[in-house]
């Protein structure tokens, strides 16, 4: 395919081929764009940096999403795209950063760019340099400037001093190297009789270790001090949930035309003959082609649970049946990070949601992009679907990045037939951006507005339909989005499924197609 007018990266710290086209980065899961951040094109060399073989999964693995890759694929190409192209297919997370900190639509498209480049970098930067690298996160207040930890920054900033965009990448020093916190954070776990990468964290932008509190470790844990204390590296405990957070769990919106896709509405009658619901957030395939909606745990697997639970779109008319909740094997969990139910479709359903038979055409996987009004910057590419193209792990997402969330969570007005989801009168449905701020909670902390009947929408990235996480819980609001600082977590995707998948041995992927009425006849999982 001849490409006019983009950059291709052609050896960053570890290539595989380079051809007229793209680039194999050798990193041990399918990467995303590795994105130049430049109009016009040009090669990126790292020089003397040679190449790097596949990345084994204990040397880049984390407590969470990095321990799971030691079946990665091979490296696949990777093509770099200009600012420009960034910014045209992401037109509301360049108003984002454009309202939130005063900057130029082109200078929002750069720190976008710079994104993309960050998730494949550190895979790359885990790989190289092992003993000395410590993590990377945006920096949006400071500038939009990609900070990159290291115990010895010297060789590392030489290594990234070719990139593009270099300027507004920056090296710091830190005492404590990625791998030396995840083996303490893994030690510290054993002590406490905990999960590392769900109980117990690390903080990369403190360079510290976190455990969480209030469940699994209790606040008043008799053996917390002396563990901690005895962790070799700066530790921290906080609670895992702020007092005043609430899950986000009904959902009223009406979207019934197929195929399904993330982000629509999906109610849920309960025992006691009330009506809850959640949000859809990815279609999700099994290695036998069947496919499944993800959405979150605790939408059926709730305080009040004692029956199988279905769930419906709109079910107060039409009443469309979507899916059923599986319990031979369950595929549903409420014990966040574990926050998920993987729904089987309905006797008939799948049929109803898949894409209409035919021979030739696009049949993605999609997210239900819906603009209201506190996103006005969507305006200029109006609703619209993104399809997902793969799914970013938790270990590579970062502060600083940008991201966008769906949720169908809504109050009727007088009248009208939809369950109340408790949302508040005057919130609106739909797609909105911000911030990840953090992943302190063990989920994904963002700074993006969101009401009960939201649970279990899609996080995603604009640019290039990255499936990152399903909400959780956050903040407590009601009503309109007026606090510019609301926090909501999203259980990590990649998480979600390693879990389901050492459970039950069914090789759950999010489909990037679909669904289909069939399974397709290609080899691809996906």
Not at 440 to 449: A, F, K, L, M, Y
């Amino acid at each position: 395919m001849r490409i006019r007018g983009r950059a291709v990266l052609a050896a960053a710290l570890a290539l595989g081929t380079v051809g007229t086209s793209g680039v194999a980065l050798a990193v041990g899961r399918p990467a995303g764009p590795a994105v130049a951040t430049g109009s016009t094109g040009g090669a990126w060399s790292a020089g003397s940096v040679p190449v790097a073989a596949e990345v084994p999964a204990a040397t880049r693995a984390g407590t969470a999403g990095r321990a799971a890759a030691s079946a990665a694929p091979p490296p696949a190409p990777v093509v770099t795209r200009p600012a420009a192209q960034v910014a045209q297919a992401a037109p509301a997370s360049v108003g984002y950063l454009s309202g939130r900190y005063r900057v130029t639509p082109g200078e929002a498209a750069r720190r976008l760019a710079l994104q993309e480049l960050s998730a494949p970098l550190a895979d790359t930067l885990a790989a190289r340099f092992p003993g000395s690298y410590a993590g990377m996160w945006l920096d949006q207040a400071g500038g939009g400037v990609l900070t990159i930890a290291a115990t010895d920054p010297t060789p590392v900033a030489a290594a990234v001093a070719g990139l593009p965009d270099a300027r507004h990448v920056t090296v710091v020093p830190v005492r404590h190297s990625r791998r030396d916190l995840d083996a303490a954070a893994t030690r510290l776990a054993g002590t406490l009789g905990v999960t590392a990468g769900r109980d117990v964290l690390v903080d990369e932008r403190a360079n510290t270790v976190l455990v969480l509190t209030g469940d699994a470790v209790p606040a008043d844990d008799a053996r917390l001090a002396g563990a901690l204390g005895s962790a070799g590296v700066p530790v921290r405990a906080q609670a895992r949930l702020d007092g005043a957070t609430i899950p986000k769990a009904c959902d009223p919106r009406y979207c019934p035309q197929p195929p399904m896709r993330g982000g629509i509405r999906l109610d849920v009658p309960r025992d006691d003959g009330s009506v809850g619901g959640c949000t859809s957030g990815f279609n999700v395939r099994a290695k036998s082609g069947r496919y499944y909606v993800l959405t979150a745990g605790h939408c059926v697997v709730g305080g009040r649970h004692q029956r199988v639970d279905d769930t419906w779109h709109q079910f107060l008319g039409p009443k469309v049946p979507v899916g059923v909740e599986s319990t031979n094997p369950v595929l549903a969990e409420n014990d966040f990070p574990y926050d998920y139910s993987i729904l089987p479709y309905a006797e008939g359903a799948a049929t109803r949601w898949a894409y209409p038979r035919r021979s030739v055409g696009s049949t993605p996987s999609l997210v239900n992009y819906w603009c209201v009004a506190d996103n006005p910057a969507c305006a200029g590419k109006g609703s619209r679907d993104v399809p997902v193209t793969g799914v970013t792990p938790y270990a590579s997402v970062q502060a600083g990045w940008v991201v966008c969330a769906t949720g169908s969570a809504y109050t009727p007005k007088a009248g009208e037939q939809y369950v109340d989801s408790g949302a508040g009168a005057g919130y609106l449905p739909g797609t909105r951006c911000g911030e990840v701020i953090g992943k302190t909670s063990g989920g994904i902390d963002v700074r993006v507005c969101a009401r009960p009947g939201d649970s279990g929408g899609p996080l995603f990235t604009e640019s290039d339909g990255r499936a990152l996480g399903i909400l959780n819980n956050g903040d407590p609001g009601e009503g309109p989005c007026t606090n510019p600082n609301e926090k909501n977590t999203y259980a990590a995707v990649s998480v979600i499924l390693d879990r389901v998948n050492d459970r039950t041995g069914l090789d759950f992927q999010i489909a990037t197609k679909g669904p289909l009425l069939a399974p397709p006849t290609t080899s691809s999982r996906r």
